[in-house]
Structure formats: C-alpha cells, structure tokens
C-alpha cells in the first residue's frame, strides 16, 4: 500500500514466495560483522558545489505541462480526493 | 561501398572527412541494414528517420565547410530508451511513459547532437533499466543477433545488439550494476561503463542515483573512448558529475607490457561459471601475459555479498525515484479511477510490469521503518567492505581482468520465472558498480559459438587505463584470430 501498486489479493501469494526467496539470500548479509564500519553514502568522493544565486532560464509553463494527462487554464487536473456525493 | 554500416567510427569519419562518403550515404546504407535486420532482432523501440536526416544534411553542411567537424560527425548512433531526446517519444521500455514526450535533452544527448552525430533511434530495453535480458521490456523482447533465439543480454539489450547486428555504428546504454558490460559480453561487442562521475546523468530516467553511470558500445574499443570522450565531463545540471577533465585516446595504444593485472581468486569460482566461459577468459589471461602483462592473483573477499547488497541499495533507491510516476504531470493515467488514490493504484498497478513492481516492494520494504537497520544501512556497510576490497586489490595491481558474464547468451524465457537466477548474471559486474569503478567489456572468444565478454576494471578515474589494457588485448585478438569466431558479424 505504501508504495500504491494496488496488488491484487490474487497477486499476493505470487509475489511473496518470489520476494521471500529474494530475502533469503539478502540475509547472508547477517554473517557479516559491520558494527565498525561506516557506511557508504556515495562511492566516489564528491565536493559540493554551489553556483551563484541567479535564475536561469527553465521550462515554460507550456513546455512543463505539454506532458499532462489533463490540464486546464495552466493547472495539472486530477481526480477529486474523496470520491463524489452519491 | 555496400558494407558501410560494418565500419567503425573511426574507419566511417576518415572517409567522411576525405568527402569519399557523405553522411546522408552513409545513413542510407544503415537505415537499409537496419530495415533488413530489426524484423528479426528487434534492437529499437522507435526510429527518428527524419530527425537522422536533418542531423546527416547538417553533417554534410559541415564537412563540406570544415567547420565543427570532429569525431562523431556524421555518425549513426543509436540511443538507449532512458535517455531523453527532446521532442523524442522517450519510454524507458515502459508502458507507464507511453507517448512521452521530454522538453529538453539529456545532457549526454545534448553532447552528441552538439558533435554532429546522427539519431538513428531509442533503443529497446528492460522497463526502467531493471533486468538482464531485455526480456521485461513492455514492448517486447530484442533478440541477440548472433542467434536470434537467445537474449541480447540486459539492461541495454536493444543499445547492444543494434552495435552487434550493424544497425547502428556506436550506441549509448546505462549501467547501474552491469547493464552495460553484461549485454556487451553476450552480444560480443565492446561496452564501457565510466566512473561513477564521468557522465553527467541529466535527464537519465533514473533507476538507482547512487549507481546509475551512462556509457558507450561500439565494435570496437576506440571507437567506444571516442563517444565517451565526446559525452564526459562536468555538467552543472548533475551535482554527482565531476570535474575530471581526462584524455581517453592518448593512452589507448600504450600496451600492455609491464603492467600488473589483478586476477581476482573468487570471480572464477562463482556460483554458475560455465567451464567454456572461464577456458576462453583463461586463454585471454595468457594472451596478455604473453604480451608482457604480469598475472597478479589478488583476493575481493565480499564478493559473495555483492548481489545482497546490490539488491537492497538499488530496489531502496528505485522506489523512491519511480514514486514520481504519478499520473499528474506526465505518463500514463488509468481514467478509471473516481478519486485520487485509486487514479494512483491503478495507474501504477497497470503502468509497471512484474519486475519493476517486484523492485519497489522490495525497496520500500527495505527502506521501511523497523527494517532502515537491518536492510539498507546493513547493505551500505557491506558496500564500504566491497569498496575496500578493491582498494586493497588495487595496492597489488594496476587493473583487474575477469569474465564479465559467468554465462554466454541463454535462450529467450529461461529465466523469467526465478528473479534470482537473473540477477546472478550481474554477479560479475555489480561490486564494481558498488565501488563506482570504470569497467571496460570486449570480445575475447567464444562458448558453444557464442561470444564471451572480458571485463577489464580500473580504480575510479582512471577509465583511459581500462581502455588501454582492454584496446592491447583486442589488437592481440586481431593479430591472433579466433578459430571459432564470433557469430554473425
């Protein structure tokens, strides 16, 4: 759910018994002691960079809604959060 | 001049620098090669006919001029479909992103374009680069070229067997634990994977950030080093890409005499090597040593766990970076739905195939509260090990040689219904990816007639040192043909 693939109850069992088997072998990770060492957060030592605090140009507002399933006077349209009153 | 699509880059920009072709011939007689080959390989999701047309009379324009000519002018490139051309339907082998249409370029396309090359079209791949066969694509499978009933390999399969049919010259893929190298070997061709940093990643359709690297295939190792020359370097819209200005050609024929190469114990006694893939990766071995090369036997301890641990950073970081697929600024949208959270379940539910689905249960279970510890911060310790072992590795040796796939192309569905089987085809390439090294696969022989890949891997940086090892072994293979050759080419 907290990924909203909406699974289907049927496709439940199917991806479980792949998933489990796949977790299996994450678990061979558990016969390694790594209480001293440091994780990785990025395996190429990287430097922040900063640019100068100035707009560049982007995307136009047409250009940044060309790609919307629906769009109207400028706004992405979607669907209402609570279903409608019957 | 009937075989100009078998050319390399190098060979196809002489003769158009020397005007003896033009570039609008020379798209000509690969548009035919690829109408004569893709019914049966299936290489490109799209072709961009017109777009190649315009991009061939504009090469014509500055050859005849002189002017802004280099390498890739007038050369036929074919594009992985995760890279964004602008106005380009782009699909990252998705049918969630059907119909897409990106504003701008990627970077690495923007580069290519800027240097005169031909967009042939967007290659087929796995549905956001997930997989090793080409086989999760939405659209279809590609075929390998050299026997049509086995895979090209993944995830690039379209990028690399478009570079082994003839249909293309060069071509671009990504690699995020092997998608480049394994493909390349199965299709024996050259692929290379830069350093984490090379290759600006703008407008990439990310699949794992902290991983994901663009990079070439080509027939040849020169002509890969020219197209990853032409697509290095900084990039101020990728914080990630670095400012490592480097000489990819200089170095290239430099040989190989003197140089310690690594031969790393555990990469030949892993799990599912075929006896034909190592005698052929052996055989390479003492080639190089005959050329003056010093065999080092080095040790990669984790090893083993590199497929653990690659298989909970990637999945983590896919599931964040497919959240974005939302249906309300672009891609697909289930019209089903009466509210908004069933628009999302049902976009998504028929949007993402099997395995993308599969990777985001997987990363979010991974990244969940509860789980952070055991999972994701557990496998970014094991990576630092994985890391280290090349460190350590690299004190002893100046580059590390090894077969890039322990198996050689298998047939189409063999492994489609056992997740982990496939991905025990990366189990070669994917700690290198960890490491964010440079990794380098070519020919070298072959295994029940089909191609075996040699994977030459470098510390960080020193991509041109890959190459060279990789390009000294290639003009050994030249000088010294195989008996059994390569397949269809």
């Known amino acids: 759910m907290l990924a909203r693939l909406g699974l289907e109850a049927e496709e439940e069992d199917y991806y479980a018994q792949q998933l489990s088997g796949i977790l299996e072998h994450i678990g061979r990770l558990g016969e390694l002691d790594t209480d001293s060492i440091k994780p990785t957060a990025q395996a190429v030592p990287l430097e922040a960079r900063l640019r100068q605090d100035q707009p560049e140009p982007g995307l136009t507002q047409e250009q940044a809604l060309a790609n919307a399933p629906e769009r109207r006077s400028g706004f992405f349209v979607v669907k209402a959060i609570q279903d409608p009153e019957p | ?489």
């Not at chain 2, 590609?142 to 060069?170: F, H, I, Y």
């Not at chain 2, 990310?206 to 900084?234: E, K, M, N």
């Not at chain 2, 580059?399 to 085809?425: H, R, W």
């Open chain 2, 1 to 489: 001049m009937s075989a100009l699509h078998e050319e390399g880059l190098v060979q196809l920009h002489r003769l158009l620098v020397d005007r003896e072709v033009s570039a609008a011939e020379v798209l000509d007689d690969q548009l035919a090669a690829i109408e004569r080959r893709e019914p049966e390989v299936h290489a490109y999701l799209r072709l961009t006919d017109e777009l190649a047309r315009a991009q061939a009379a504009e090469a014509d324009r500055r050859l005849a001029a002189g002017d802004g000519v280099g390498a890739l002018t007038g050369i036929p490139v074919a594009l992985k479909d995760v890279l964004c051309v602008a106005g380009v339907e782009t699909t990252a082998g998705s049918k969630i992103l059907r119909g897409y249409r990106p504003p701008t370029d990627a970077t690495v396309v923007r580069r290519l374009r800027e240097a005169g090359a031909v967009f042939l079209g967007m290659t087929n791949c796995d549905e956001f680069a997930m997989g090793s066969s080409t086989e999760n694509s939405s659209y279809g499978p590609t075929r390998n070229p050299v026997d049509a009933r086995r895979v090209p390999g993944g995830s690039s399969g379209g990028s690399a067997a478009a570079v082994g049919a003839g249909e293309a010259v060069v071509s671009l893929g990504t690699d995020t634990g092997g998608s480049i190298r394994q493909p390349a070997a199965l299709c024996g061709v050259v692929g290379v994977k830069p350093t984490y940093g090379r290759v600006s990643r703008f407008g990439l359709i990310a699949f794992a950030s902290s991983l994901d690297q663009v990079g070439p295939f080509a027939r040849s190792v020169a002509d890969a080093a020219h197209v990853l020359q032409a697509i290095s370097g900084l990039d101020p819209r990728d914080a990630t890409s670095a400012d490592r200005p480097a000489d990819l050609l200089g170095e290239l024929e430099g040989g190989v005499e003197g140089m310690r190469l690594g031969v790393p114990r555990e990469y030949f006694e892993i799990e599912g090597m075929e006896t034909g893939v190592r005698v052929a990766v052996e055989q390479a071995l003492a080639a190089l040593e005959r050329a003056g090369a010093e065999l080092v036997e080095v040790s990669l301890p984790h090893t083993d766990y590199g497929l653990a641990a690659y298989y909970i950073i990637a999945p983590a970081e896919a599931s964040s970076n497919l959240a974005r697929f939302d249906s309300v600024r672009y891609g697909m949208r289930d019209e089903s739905a009466t509210n908004l959270l069933e628009t999302y379940l049902r976009t998504r539910r028929h949007g993402f195939g099997p395995e993308v689905r599969r990777r985001v249960m997987l990363g979010t279970y991974a990244l969940s509260a509860g789980y952070y510890d055991a999972y994701y911060l557990k496998a970014q310790k094991v990576r630092t090990l994985i890391a280290q072992d090349f460190t350590a590795a690299f004190e002893h040796c100046d580059a590390i040689v090894s077969a890039t796939s322990p198996c050689v192309a298998f047939p189409l569905g063999a492994k489609t219904e056992d997740p982990l089987q496939m991905y025990l085809n990366d189990v070669l390439t994917l700690p290198a990816s960890l490491a964010g090294l440079p990794g380098v696969s070519l020919p070298c022989g072959s295994s029940w007639n089909l191609p075996v890949g040699l994977q030459v891997l470098a510390p960080q940086w020193e991509d041109a040192r890959a190459l060279r090892v990789a390009r000294a072994f290639e003009a050994l293979q030249v000088s010294q043909p195989q008996p059994s050759g390569e397949g269809s080419r």
